[in-house]
């Protein structure tokens, strides 16, 4: 239940994050390799299931184990905890497998109470530093562990510095300090009607146990379910000796970065702060002074970095940090605290880094023979690349710069201004575009963060919670804009005179950390360097292709920008919607016979045939797979009287009748009623007309502009397998007829859209007419699950909550039920055709969980939106490497 850490030993390693946390299996790995870490020991994640099960209750000899542990500790670090003449004194943090910044509760300096305040004054010989310790110490025991409101506490300690006259903690004195810790004590007397806890045993189980229930907070939720982090894992507790960086003068803390965060630059970055404790520059309470500083930023910053200050620890933190990077071979997050002279390490863990300088430091790692090719490949998050994939701000547009502060974390972003996170979820929910604007930002704003389009703050530096944690996101930040001065009463904030409200709108800059009044407006990013560098390496990887979902030219041309290798899906309807041919396509619904009904589709004919040959053009060659008519006829009436009066004069008839015939055809579930293939049968001339434009317009460009083509006919809907027999035979007569007509012939293939549990089932004798199967994932799913993507939000979002559901099968494939639907239609397709082509181009087919599910049983590509398809071409990759 318990591992050691500490001088040079440790019970766990690296290996063993699901038992001890990514923390502490860190610190485990670290004391092992001989990094200076103070001694400690994990509490397993075991443990942490374990107590939720049993109603906080704790396994049998957990606590002798503790106590224990406690003696070993203090052996290793020459103290005792309790010990009123020599101290020890501890942190109890958490320690989830995976990173979750600040989403979990720490207590520092625990084990001070009136009689080890007096050991700790003759360890350091400092009445100041004793009485901060324990004013910080009450203050946040207090509000981690016995749940009181961090704001009492901040308006005592706001209210004495003004009655003093003071602005910074620095500037407190040692009795001004020990008269804030009783009123502290008071408080906790007033609101919980009971003494602050003076049992260091006690304040230690307190601890423990409120460690384990932030696992289950709100904010810890939010992120797991924001991340994809199962709720059952659990978190580890890490009790672990106090290190003092506020022991004066030789003392300091810090955070660190082996390489950018931001630019993946191989550069050792960081801040520091001289005398402070580690929250002071994590929660961004004090600005931070830089760890190095090279010519550029020499010239700006008025504060010396540690390499000036502190020359003998700056040099052996590098020797650390290089020794740690080698270790662990990627980009390392390191915390450190100076005491009294002697680094401490504190934590090690993979940095988060934006995906540029993810990609960055990959393709760096590779050329330094640190990883292989397939280990960075598996470095760069598919859904991270969204990021790269989105416009940026014009940088030929001049700029109202209001207020400047670091560059934490890049990109930019336009948005409303709202000041509180409850805002910005509600302003989103609206539709509005907004910037979250805060003095400083916490855990508990972990929300708002995420519905924000870009962050902003008054304080910190580029390690504060805020840049983590906007990093990690993809979120544009500019944090430590010190001339900002936010007033939450008034929800206004004032910048050198200018007034901004709440719903005024701003621009950030989060490569430049700049502030800009008003909207600058956007352009399209520039996919090269990097990006072409990784994707190229990733391609060479993958088996699936991958397709784009297209329905216009401009579709088109993103997908080939992105790297698709054909169309997997273009939908024909769409098209019916361009400039006015909308009218046409109606009096073709609305007509009485066969007649009327050709009439009107001789109008679209050339319409479609156009679209079709701008769309291969674009795609140059590469295949095409065109759906033809799927939906309802209903999503094309016109249900306004001045449309309904439109249609009537283009037919000549009254609008009665065009209204007779739209109530006629109205149906009670048109999702299950008359589309797909079943228009095909009911109304033939429609998949004639459509099947005409695609092989006119692919022979014209054959014949005049020598394109190489090969369209795929794709039926939608299909059931029955006499359905797919009675449409391909008219299907290959349309294209016949045409070939003959143009004299070319082209390849071409006719295939189907399994879309329904039937034709799964049926797909060893779909195979026998079908030369390709593309697997319409959105519909096989509400159709094997019996619910409606339109309808299914509200309880969805319920089983979400309720844990019933892990994901959204609508966004990722329910493989147990639908996937199984899935592998079976491909085996069996396959076993009749072995040359079939597979292919999925529902919504799934971006998504890169269900990409590794689509590679194990063996499709040959997935077809996504434009926008998705760097994403699924990492995903396809990683997948191979996966298997």
């Known amino acids: 239940m318990i591992y050691f850490f500490g001088n040079g030993e440790a019970d766990g390693k690296v290996t063993m994050k699901p038992i001890l946390g990514g923390k502490g299996a860190n610190l485990a790995e670290m004391s092992r390799i001989g990094i200076p870490v103070p001694a400690g020991f994990t509490i397993s994640t075991e443990v942490c299931t374990y107590f939720f099960h049993h109603d906080g209750a704790y396994p049998e000899k957990l606590r002798e184990q503790v106590d224990k542990m406690l003696a070993k500790v203090g052996k290793a670090m020459g103290n005792r905890f309790g010990d009123a003449k020599n101290p020890l004194l501890l942190s109890v943090r958490s320690g989830a ?51 009181l409101p961090h704001e009492r506490f901040e308006e005592a300690l706001t209210h004495m510095k003004k009655s003093l006259g003071k602005q910074q903690d620095m500037e407190v004195t040692a009795e001004e300090w020990k008269g804030l810790a009783e009123q502290y004590k008071a408080v906790v007397l007033e609101e919980t ?37 199962p709720h059952d894992w659990g978190t580890a507790v890490n009790v672990q000796a106090m290190v003092f960086g506020n022991m004066g003068m030789d003392s300091a803390t810090g ?35 830089e760890i190095t500083l090279d010519g550029k930023n020499r010239a700006k910053s008025p504060h010396l970095a540690m390499e000036e200050v502190m020359p003998e620890l700056y040099q052996e933190l590098v020797t650390v940090y290089k020794r740690l990077e080698g270790h662990f071979r990627d980009m390392q997050d390191l915390e450190f605290t100076i005491q009294k002279g002697k680094l401490w390490l504190l934590q090690t863990r993979n940095g988060k880094r934006t995906v540029q300088a993810a990609l960055r430091i990959a393709l760096d790692m590779v050329k330094e023979g640190l990883i292989s090719q397939r280990e960075a490949i598996l470095r760069v998050k598919p859904e991270d690349l969204n990021q790269l994939l989105h416009p940026m701000l014009d940088g030929k547009v001049a700029r109202n710069v209001i207020a400047t502060g670091v560059p934490a974390s890049p990109g930019g972003a336009v948005g409303e201004v709202v000041f509180t ?8 929910a609206e539709g509005h575009k907004v910037i979250l604007m805060r003095e400083e930002t916490s855990p508990e704003d972990i929300h708002g963060m995420h519905a924000a389009q870009g962050i902003v703050t008054a304080r910190g530096g580029a390690t504060s919670h805020a840049a983590v944690v906007a990093r990690g996101m993809g979120r544009p930040c500019v ?125 679209i004919m050339p319409m479609q045939r156009s679209d079709f040959e701008e769309i291969f053009r674009v795609m140059k060659g590469r295949p095409v797979t065109i759906r033809l008519l799927d939906p309802p006829l209903h999503e094309f009436l016109p ?48 998949y004639e007309m459509q099947v005409r434009a695609i092989m006119e317009a692919a022979c014209n460009l054959v014949k005049n502009e ?24 008219r299907t290959l007569k349309v294209c016949a007829e045409v070939m003959e007509a143009s004299g070319v012939k082209i390849d071409y293939l006719v295939g189907t859209m399994i879309e329904l549990p039937r034709a799964a089932l049926v797909a060893d004798v779909l195979a026998e007419d079908a030369e390709f199967f593309s697997f319409g994932t959105n519909d096989l799913t509400q159709t094997t699950l019996g619910i409606s993507r339109d309808d299914a939000t509200p309880f969805i979002t319920a089983y979400l909550e309720k844990g019933l559901v892990a994901v959204d099968p609508f966004v990722s494939l329910d493989q147990s039920g639908v996937g199984q639907l899935v592998e079976m239609g491909v085996k069996k397709g396959r076993a009749v055709r072995k040359s079939i082509k597979v292919g ?5 087919g971006g998504d890169p969980a269900s990409i590794g599910f689509f590679e194990n049983v063996g499709l040959d590509y997935v077809s996504c939106s434009p926008f998705r398809v760097p994403v699924a071409r990492l995903a396809a990759a990683q997948a191979v490497i996966a298997r």
Not at 100 to 128: A, F, H, I, W
Not at 639 to 664: C, N, P, S, Y
């Open 706 to 729: 020598g394109f190489a083509i090969i369209p795929e006919i794709m039926i939608p809907l299909v059931g029955l397998p006499q359905e797919l027999k009675f449409l391909k035979e």
């Open 255 to 289: 955070v660190a970065f082996t390489r950018d965060p931001a630019t993946g630059d191989n550069r050792f970055f960081g801040e520091f702060l001289i005398n402070a404790q580690g929250e002071d520059v994590v929660a961004g309470i004090r600005t931070p002074q």
């Open 840 to 844: 999925v181009c529902g919504e799934h």
């Open 639 to 686: 249900h306004e009287v001045k449309e309904q009066t439109d249609v009537a004069q283009v037919m000549g008839v009254e609008l009665k009748e065009i209204q007779a015939r739209v109530g006629a055809l109205k149906e009670f579930n048109p999702m299950l009623g008359h589309r797909g293939c079943r228009l095909g049968i009911t109304f033939p001339e429609i």
């Open 421 to 428: 996170p409850e805002d910005a979820v509600q302003w989103v």
């Open 479 to 603: 944090s430590g804009c010190h001339d900002l001065e936010i007033d939450q009463k008034s929800q206004t904030c004032t910048v050198k005179g200018q007034v901004i409200k709440k719903g005024d709108w701003i621009t950030i800059d989060g490569d430049q950390g700049q502030v800009i009044l008003g909207r600058i407006p956007m352009i399209e990013p520039q996919l090269t360097g990097d990006f072409d560098k990784f994707m190229k390496m990733a391609d060479t990887v993958r088996h699936l292709k991958v397709r784009a979902n297209a329905d216009t030219p401009v579709d088109a041309e993103n997908a080939v920008r992105f790297g698709a290798e054909g169309i997997g899906l273009c939908r024909t309807e769409h098209m019916f919607f361009k400039d006015n041919r909308i009218l046409a396509v109606r009096e073709m619904i609305l007509a009485h016979d066969e007649a009327g009904r050709r009439a009107a589709l001789d109008k």
């Open 97 to 147: 497998r995976v990173s979750m910044p600040g989403m979990m509760d720490t207590v520092l300096n625990l084990g001070l109470n009136s009689e080890t305040l007096q050991g700790l004054l003759k360890q350091s010989g400092d009445e100041r530093f004793v009485y901060d310790c324990y004013r910080r110490f009450i203050h946040m025991y207090s509000n981690v562990v016995l749940d």
């Open 193 to 229: 009607g009971k003494p602050f806890p003076e049992d260091p045993l006690e304040q230690l189980w307190g601890a423990i146990g409120a460690v384990f229930h932030s696992w289950n907070s709100d904010r810890a939720n939010t992120y797991r379910r924001l991340n994809n982090i």
